[in-house]
């Protein structure tokens, strides 16, 4: 890329090469001239006066795209769709005459938008298959492994590093299930006109309401979808874009929650992202390792969640049959909101493919935390002991804010179990306290549970899904 004009960051640093492609010139302008093959091939089929001849020459140009002669066009007539008509037809001379027969801009135009989006949210949903695959391998690593939890970023109940993942992953599910909803929802605009009535189409096919019906199924049928728009105006239903891109903002919201989990994790040294040899952290402090990959994530995550609303002001904003005020809005919004949740992704993979565990912190903060836990417990086995369940309420109280005392205010270690154990009216010894204090006894059904949700929920989607894992992912920068 030239280096004296704007380079688009999605392309030097964040894209991937395959969303690049489907969001390329080539990939829009050969759509284009596949569905101009399309509509001649179902008008010949329909009946109309165009011969396999001219079809073949079309098929025979529909990928080498003459640019010079398309920006030469568009510089005389100042319509991208026309300029293109008129190069394809140089290199199809014979053709030339029956090229978008009937058709109005937005029949390239919108059609070509639909099938982007389809090939995109197809590259989504892979990514989003493997990343799904990452944090399930993890989390089935680490289900048993006792942690501290957070309420509101307060020490909790305890649960396992795999039980945290897996809600990260939960998130995912849910995120697979409106991709799989959309793609399954996506409909083409069809030939339907300049202003969604089929009137060129009814004229040339002589009032035949039949084929003109049964040309939308065709060029549907041709392009591999199943249905069109039953209604339109000139375009498809701008809200499409607003469902795909608030479909993109789900995404965006499970990878920067996870994003976060983790920069504060790594903060606590419990869990890092992954960390090149040669990296450096910043450029004054050599010893930091900064979560850079999860904060991009966050980054991007925020742009995709406010890009969503760029579609919802564009359909609201439409006037009757249509406006061109959504064109150069929508060709921005919506190609980049799928460039960024694919550099999430990829991120996502990568560091979710390489989390470095460290047992060790996580068992000391969780052990330093867990005497005020046990405390319910231990009240439980001094009353079994005669001891009076109230009195000694009051006592672990008064001994709790001592510890914690000690703790904040003086920096020293917990010493609630000293406190308790030296305490005549809980009649327990040490030894039997820290055998309460195991922290296995405090997980609940955290390993059960994440099993259970591994086989039973991410499993099947992932077998369904098997001929789409194991992708390689590049990080640029």
Known sequence: MPNNTYNSPFNARYASREMQYIYSPDFKFKTWRRLWIALAEAERE????????????????????????????????????????????????????????????????????????????????????????????FADEYKDMPCLGFTHFQPAQPTTVGKRASLWLMDLVMDYNEVEHVLSTLMLLGSKGTTGTQASFLELFEGDHEKCKELDRKIAEKMGFDRCFPVSGQTYARKLDTIVCNCLALIAQSCCKFSNDLRLLQNLKEIEEPHEKNQIGSSAMAYKRNPMRSERIASLSRYVMIDALNPAWTASAQWFERTLDDSANKRVSVAEAFLATDGILDLYINIASGLVVYPKVIRSRLM??????????????????????????????????????????????????????????????????????????????????????LEETVKPILEANKDLLGIDVEINV
């Open 368 to 453: 330093s935390e867990l005497p005020f836990m046990a405390t319910e417990n231990i009240l439980m086995d001094a009353v079994k002991k005669g001891g009076d369940r109230q009195a000694l309420h009051e006592r672990i109280r008064v001994h709790s804010l001592a510890a914690a005392d000690t703790v904040k205010m003086q920096g020293g270690k917990n010493d609630l179990i000293d406190r308790l154990a030296n305490d005549p009216a809980f009649n327990m010894t040490k030894e039997e306290i820290l055998a309460t204090m195991e922290p296995e006894n405090f997980i609940g059904r955290a390993p059960q549970q994440t099993a259970d949700f």
């Open 46 to 137: 329909l009946g109309l006066d165009i011969t396999k001849e001219q079809i073949d020459e079309l098929k025979a140009h529909a990928e080498d795209i003459n640019y010079e002669d398309a920006a030469a066009y568009e510089k005389e007539f100042r319509h991208d769709v026309m300029a293109h008509v008129h190069a394809y037809g140089k290199l199809c001379p014979n053709a030339k005459a029956i090229i978008h027969l009937g058709a109005t801009s937005c029949y390239v135009g919108d059609n070509t938008d639909v099938i982007t989006m389809r090939e995109a949210l197809r590259l989504i949903k892979k990514k989003l298959v493997n990343a799904m695959a990452a944090v399930a391998k």
